[in-house]
């Protein structure tokens, strides 16, 4: 008797997806959803904000499920495109919030939104900077990836480098990037709000 698709693991789960199999996503989405839903709600505050980032996530897993690869578990790769979707909807908030203050405020009426506008600056510039240290082929790799949204595969197949040194050009600007936040870790908890598992 073959085994139900709730039953399987993350890595054969991932087989039936890359299949097109829907009932093997549905699966993998009631498996981590909880858990990822939880990090991302803990990082925004907000219940929906939340549920719109998670949304996204499994949304892209969907589109991009050809390409992807994972060891053992889908919640590595789930939890750090959580982590990078909250930034991005930190960053783009204060940018909207900013072009908003500018509009209606008056004299010092726009005290916060402008200095909050600058910490989403210095977050970005910190980044740029960080990344400027790396490489040049990890920062195309990465933008590449994070600017331009293309696939380990299809990165690969334009720079001419295999998936796997593509995958660890990745995680090397990741992991930068984290070492650039924790070092910061003080402006971002006051500033930015969102906590760094």
């Known amino acids: 008797m073959s085994r139900k698709v709730e039953n399987l693991s993350d890595t054969e789960l991932l087989v039936l997806i890359q299949g097109n199999s829907q009932k093997a996503f549905a699966a993998v989405v009631h498996r981590h959803r909880r858990q990822l839903y939880s990090q991302i709600y803990r990082k925004t505050g907000c219940e929906e904000t939340a549920k719109d980032i998670l949304q996204e996530i499994y949304i892209s897993l969907w589109k ?42 008056v004299g010092g009426e726009q005290q916060w939104s402008a200095e909050e506008d600058i910490l989403a600056a210095d977050l970005e510039s910190r ?58 870790q003080a402006l971002f908890y006051i500033g930015v709000g969102i906590l760094l598992s």
């Open 64 to 105: 991009n499920r050809s390409t992807i690869q994972i060891d053992n578990s889908f919640l590595p790769y789930l939890s750090k495109a959580a982590h990078y979707r909250v930034v991005d909807e930190y960053l783009a908030r204060e940018k909207k919030k900013a072009a908003h203050a500018s509009i209606l405020a």
């Open 127 to 184: 980044f740029a900077d960080r990344l400027r240290k790396l490489s040049p082929v990890v920062q195309q790799v990465f933008a590449l990836s994070r600017q331009e949204g293309l696939s380990v595969r299809e990165i690969a197949a334009q720079l001419s480098l295999s998936e796997q040194t593509v995958k660890n050009y990745i995680s090397l600007a990741l992991r930068a990037l984290q070492e650039t936040l924790r070092k910061e």
